[in-house]
């Protein structure tokens, strides 16, 4: 198998390129080094069709192995032809090459194992080759009457097991049911059992298996696995059967008769079942795949949010009966106290409240409260209102998405961090760290629960869990990561460094061993290949050497030393590439980093939404235009806080004047939008949101 040549046409890419990735892959290169140091390499591809390529050599491989496997077992078998290699060795996926081994697998004994037991293949040859008619068929079969085929009829009957299975073996015969699988075949689900009426929607669902949304198919499943709906695949049988009968030959029409009696017994017994099995598997894995992008796209945006610096922030965390959990944190996240207050029902101490929370703004020089967006938020908000109104600080509030901050709270790292604290202060800290560099605080938090994707709780947790990982793995190697504030748990992100070499270096920076990069060697286990992965992606803001504050490779130190001698708003990139025998790529990059050293990619992103004051669902009205960030976008729209306590949807249909199938074209999570209100169900709790015009 020629896999680099598959992979370039698959995915467009050049040749020279592909295997130029595949072999730093190979050695042990990160995708993240690759796409940010290896650009005269890879045809200067981004983290995204680097994780293509290796995701899809992967498969290449499995391929390879498996075929490896196979031609073993047959060898062993002594069943290995020339041509039977061939085909194998022609296969480009799992499916067809179990196709092709299925017939020498061991299993349980089928009927066709048993007629063949009972010695019955020579009629069965006798059958599809030479009989005429059905008398001269008896009369043949009477030669194998015995104790257990007591009338020539049952032997007829039962040699045709093996016709059944052969028909069932042929990978034609397969791939006509697949083919009408995925051209004409529909997924039918019916009510069974949903008191509740959850998924009411697929009551009297019909759709083409090509139709199909990935969203609908997850839920499809999830509502069968409940026991509330029937579901079943409906394909076109008749036109299937006499597609499977037309590849064998029939002489006579006796012979067609017992051709159709197999085929109807191999389509009905053995090949619809496992199609149906193998079709339902494959909708399934294709919506996984689908959410697990969704979530990828949602998730990425989400980690690159722009940070807000130099505030102190007031962090907190509402409740009703237990109160709201109070955090201040300085401008590096530092925590500095904490208190809990009870403005809301049912204590109602909103005096008492806007008391303890001015005295902490006064005292830390308090700009800015993170709000999270869990149970009481709404009504916790009208209070922060209140204690604006009353404060003669400039201050401003934020909502925050407070997904998995009860995780961070209870974990191990959570204690670690603050073994002396309850684990709620743990979760309004957790709220100010947010609003001040979103990527540094969510990283402590698994991917999954951060809650910006659909269905993930029906998704493979293995699959969901590693390509989330690669999407924080990516984000942060992006960014990059300042080493005065940063924690193991992010470090461990960063491209070929480990937890236990992050601990590492976390130790070594608080104990002030780690000044400069190049001290990154002295750690521990950390060898020359560690470090050629790692070290461009560490800023070092207080080293005196200021490269080690920027972007810029120490392996490229040498090229940047030289650049102090140019006008780099001057410079002809393309003349002085050729002088300092570097890749026009990487010296852009070394220039870029020059000119702004220690610059935050994120800060290009949009500002985070602060509000002073607080709408709710009574204060809209249809034709208003708001501004909102856009929080999660699914297969059929994007949800947008509006600030009023609901998100809004924006519908596929209501995002562009232009047709469009996917949402990602226009959006992704955390932009900043305008939109227009088109529609509001107070008693639903629901309001249609238009960016058209």
Partial sequence: MNITQILSEQLNIDKKNIENVINLLDDGSTVAFIARYRKEKTGNLNDVDIRNIEKNLNKLRNIENRQEEIISSLKSQDKLSD??????????????????????????????????????EPLYKFLITDANNQKNALEYAENFVNEELETPESAIEKSLDIFAEDISNNVDARNIIRRDG???????????DDPEKVYETYYDFCKRIRDIKSYQILAINRAER??????????????????????????????????????????K???????????????????????????????????????IKGKNVMGLDPGFRTGCKVAVVDLN?????????YPVQPH???EESIKILNDLIEKYNVNLIALGN????????????????????????????????????????????????????????????????????????????????????????????????????????????????????????????????????????????LVYRKDLKNIKGLGDKTYKLAAGFLRFPDSPEILDNTGVHPESYKIAKKLENYDLNKADVNELSKELDVGVPTLEDIIKELQKPGRDPREDNPEVLTKSEIMTIDDIEIGDELKGKVRNVTDFGAFVDIGVGTDGLVHISKMSDKFITDPNEILKNSDIINVKVIDIDKEKSRISLSMIN
């Avoid at 179990?98 to 007629?115: G, H, L, S």
């Avoid at 053995?270 to 193998?278: G, V």
């Avoid at 079709?279 to 294709?286: D, I, M, P, V």
Wanted: charged residues 30%.
């Fill in 374 to 513: 869990a149970t009481a938020s709404r009504e916790t908000e009208l209070f922060v209102n209140k204690l604006i109104e009353q404060s003669d600080k400039n201050l401003a509030y934020a909502v925050v998405n407070e997904a998995g901050a009860s995780v961070y709270s209870a974990s191990p790292l959570g204690e670690e961090e603050f073994p002396d604290l309850d684990v709620t202060i743990r979760g309004a800290i957790s709220m100010a760290r947010r609003l001040q560099d979103p990527m540094a605080e969510l990283v402590k938090i698994e991917p999954k629960h951060i809650g910006v994707g659909q269905y993930q709780h029906d998704l493979n947790e293995k699959k969901l869990d590693d390509e989330l990982s690669k999407v924080v793995e990516d984000a942060v190697n992006e960014v990059g990561v300042t080493i005065n504030n940063a924690s193991y748990k992010l470090l461990s992100y960063v491209s070929g460094l480990n937890p236990t070499l992050a601990k590492r270096i976390e130790d070594s920076f608080k104990e002030g061993t």
């Fill in 269 to 307: 017994r053995l090949i619809l079942p496992s199609i149906t099995t193998e079709l339902r598997n494959f909708l399934t894995e294709s919506a996984e795949d689908e959410s697990i992008k969704v979530f990828s796209k949602n998730l990425k945006p989400y980690f690159l949010q722009r940070p």
């Fill in 182 to 192: 995925m051209i004409r075949a529909k997924l039918i689900s019916t009510q069974k």
């Fill in 348 to 350: 109602n101490k909103e």
């Fill in 83 to 120: 041509e039977l290699k061939e085909r194998i060795l022609s296969a480009n996926s799992l499916t067809i090459l179990e196709d092709i081994y299925a017939p020498y697998k061991k299993r349980r004994k089928t009927r066709a194992d048993k007629a063949k037991d009972l010695g019955l």
């Fill in 226 to 267: 409940e026991g509330a709906l029937s579901v079943k695949l409906e394909f076109a049988d008749a036109y299937n059967k006499k597609l499977i009968a037309d590849l064998y030959q029939a002489n006579n029409d006796y012979q067609k008769e017992l051709l159709d009696i197999s085929v109807d017994d191999a389509y």
């Fill in 333 to 341: 996240g530092k925590y500095l106290d904490k208190a809990v207050v």
